[in-house]
C-alpha cells in the first residue's frame, strides 16, 4: 500500500477556478442534485424567523392555489448558489458582491430535487484591485421534471492566479 504522506505523492486539492480560468458563456451543470426535506424546510424557515404560513402550515397551504406547503425561497436560492461552490469558487473568491435579478418562476416543494446549473454571463479586471477580477454568473435551478424553479445572477471578486497562488 502507498503512504499517502510520503512528499514524492501528487497532491490535488479541490477548488474553484482562478478568475483567468472563467470562460465566458460556459454552463457548469453541478451535480449531484439536492433533494429538499420537509425538515430542510422547517428548519431553515424557523432560523431565519420567516414563519409564514405557506412553508410552515399544512392546513392553510392546502387552501393555497400552491394545495401545499412551499419550500422557502431563500433556502431554495442560497441551496442553488450553494451547489456552486465546489466548482466554481471553492478557495479562489474573494468576496461575494451581490445578486441582482432573483426570481422563482415555479415554486419548489417537499420532496423535490434541486439541480443547478451556472453561465458565466460576464467577467472583467477589476479597476481598483489589482490582480483580481469581476465575475457575473447566471445561477439557474431546476426541480427533478426540469422546470425552471430559480434564477439569479451573482457578481464575484475572483482572484488571478498570479495574484493568490503560493509560489
Given at each position: 500500500m502507498t503512504d499517502l504522506l510520503a512528499?514524492?505523492?501528487?497532491?490535488?486539492?479541490?477548488?474553484?477556478?482562478?478568475?483567468?480560468e472563467f470562460e465566458?458563456?460556459?454552463?457548469?451543470?453541478?451535480?449531484?442534485?439536492?433533494t429538499v426535506t420537509e425538515a430542510d424546510n422547517v428548519l431553515f424557515t424557523?432560523?431565519?424567523?420567516?414563519?409564514?404560513?405557506?412553508?410552515?402550515d399544512a392546513a392553510y397551504s392546502e387552501g393555497t392555489q400552491f394545495g401545499e406547503r412551499?419550500?422557502?425561497?431563500?433556502f431554495t436560492l442560497s441551496t442553488l448558489v450553494g451547489l456552486s461552490v465546489a466548482q466554481?469558487?471553492?478557495?479562489?473568491?474573494?468576496?461575494?458582491?451581490?445578486?441582482?435579478?432573483?426570481?422563482?418562476?415555479?415554486?419548489l416543494f417537499h420532496g423535490?430535487?434541486?439541480?443547478?446549473?451556472?453561465r458565466i454571463a460576464d467577467k472583467r479586471?477589476?479597476?481598483?484591485?489589482?490582480?483580481?477580477?469581476i465575475v457575473t454568473l447566471e445561477h439557474t435551478g431546476r426541480n427533478q421534471?426540469?422546470?425552471?424553479?430559480?434564477?439569479?445572477?451573482?457578481?464575484?471578486?475572483e482572484c488571478s492566479v498570479a495574484q493568490c497562488v503560493p509560489v
Open positions: 512528499s514524492d505523492v501528487t497532491r490535488i486539492v479541490q477548488r474553484g477556478l482562478w478568475f483567468e465566458l458563456g460556459a454552463v457548469y451543470e453541478h451535480r449531484p442534485g439536492r424557523t432560523q431565519t424567523m420567516n414563519t409564514h404560513a405557506l412553508h410552515l412551499l419550500v422557502n425561497s431563500m466554481l469558487t471553492q478557495g479562489t473568491i474573494v468576496a461575494n458582491l451581490g445578486f441582482s435579478e432573483i426570481s422563482f418562476p415555479k415554486p423535490d430535487t434541486l439541480y443547478a446549473e451556472t479586471e477589476s479597476k481598483s484591485r489589482p490582480g483580481e477580477g421534471n426540469g422546470d425552471v424553479v430559480a434564477m439569479a445572477l451573482s457578481h464575484q471578486l
